[in-house]
């Protein structure tokens, strides 16, 4: 028995392609703005490439871009066949191929979904990433004179006064590395050779952080030496006071933006799957209606379209049915080559 049985005229039925043919192009533009989103997103995600750890992240964007181009080319062709429908010889060419198309039509939805998924659940390979990232970063700022690294010092002051944060994980993680390069240091000074010395590692670390860190809004002048130094500093505890530098990480920071973007867009690819989905079911029904017209040359009759020829259960089956014939027919062919080789002469 059919699923979801519908009766239709020869009016429902131009109705029907006329609809799904102005469907469609509105899905040509849907394909565009997923093209435009990924391309967007790709574009913000190479901005700040230096201090992300590996490629992985680019996944999202190049899903977002091929299946934007896919929705231009499938619905560009369908709405093609939703015009060539209205006349029964144009429609008689594209007969054949219409149920392998709306295989692939909904093959492509499915792809669709799970790329709107994946805009979702990306955040944790998206974390990772930054926080090694910006561990390197960090650890390359004071390579001025490096060649290959001497721009990630503007690079990492840029992104911390646009982002308003500090550090990895927060503003002590600077404290941990030697952010200022010896080209900068006096080794005829006792301070800096008692840094130094204190230092198992050699370096010069102080508990300081680079001047893109600290807030401009504050009222008090930027304390970005000896921040854990109370006597350092007039009327100044830095256990009590808040500090007049950015507080949150720029992993944090980072992660909230890439988050919120990717979770917009998973937001629009999924009313746009919608509409794809709604779409495919049109193009079913229209496929069905026109193949089940009673008399050819009579396109005024009656007709039913449906969604499914028999029940779920039943189409299951089918489905399984045709796999294991198939797996089966191609174990033939391999017998049949492995017979037909003859065994060289000794």
């Known amino acids: 028995m059919a699923l979801l049985k519908v009766k239709f005229d020869q009016k429902k039925r131009v109705k029907l392609a006329q609809g799904l043919w102005l469907m469609n192009w509105f899905s040509v533009l849907a394909g565009i703005i997923i093209f435009s989103l990924g ?7 190479r901005k700040r490439s230096d201090v992300m750890n ?14 934007g181009v896919l929705s231009c080319v499938f619905n560009s062709l369908a709405g093609k ?14 007969k054949p191929w219409l149920k392998p198309y709306l295989a692939i039509c909904v093959l492509f939805n499915i792809v669709l979904f799970l790329v709107a998924l994946c805009c979702f659940l990306l955040r944790g390979s998206l974390e990772n990433t930054l926080s090694q990232g910006l561990k390197n970063g960090m650890k390359y700022y004071r390579d001025t004179d490096t060649p290959g690294r ?10 911390q006064i646009e982002f308003k944060c500090c550090g990895n994980n927060g503003f002590r993680d600077w404290f941990e590395i030697q952010w200022i390069s010896n080209r900068y240091l006096d080794f005829s000074s006792k301070e800096v050779k008692d840094r130094i010395k204190s230092n198992v590692d050699g370096r010069y670390l102080v508990d300081g952080v680079p001047f893109s860190c600290c807030n401009p809004s504050s009222p008090r002048p930027c304390i970005q030496y000896q921040i854990t130094n109370n006597s350092a500093h007039y009327s100044y505890d830095h256990q009590t006071e808040e500090l007049n530098l950015w507080v949150r990480g720029c992993r944090a920071a980072l992660l ?19 509409f794809e989905v ?25 007709s039913e379209g449906w969604l499914l020829e028999k029940s779920v259960p039943e189409t299951w089956k089918a489905f399984l049915e045709s796999v294991k014939k198939l797996g089966k027919g191609n174990q033939v062919e391999v017998e049949g080559a492995d017979a037909g080789q003859t065994p060289e002469a000794s």
């Open 81 to 94: 066949i939703c015009y060539d429908a209205l006349d029964p010889a144009k429609y008689a060419r594209w």
């Open 150 to 159: 001497c721009f990630m010092k503007k690079t990492i002051d840029m992104l």
């Open 256 to 274: 909230s933006y890439y988050s919120s973007l990717m979770n917009s867009m998973g937001i629009v690819t999924l009313l746009i799957w919608l």
């Open 54 to 67: 590996n490629s992985e992240s680019h996944f999202v964007p190049n899903s977002l871009i091929g299946m």
């Open 278 to 302: 709604t779409i495919t079911i049109g193009l079913r029904y229209l496929q069905t209606s026109l193949d089940s017209v009673s008399n050819p040359e009579e396109p005024e009759s009656e």
């Open 39 to 45: 391309l967007f997103l790709k574009i913000e995600l």
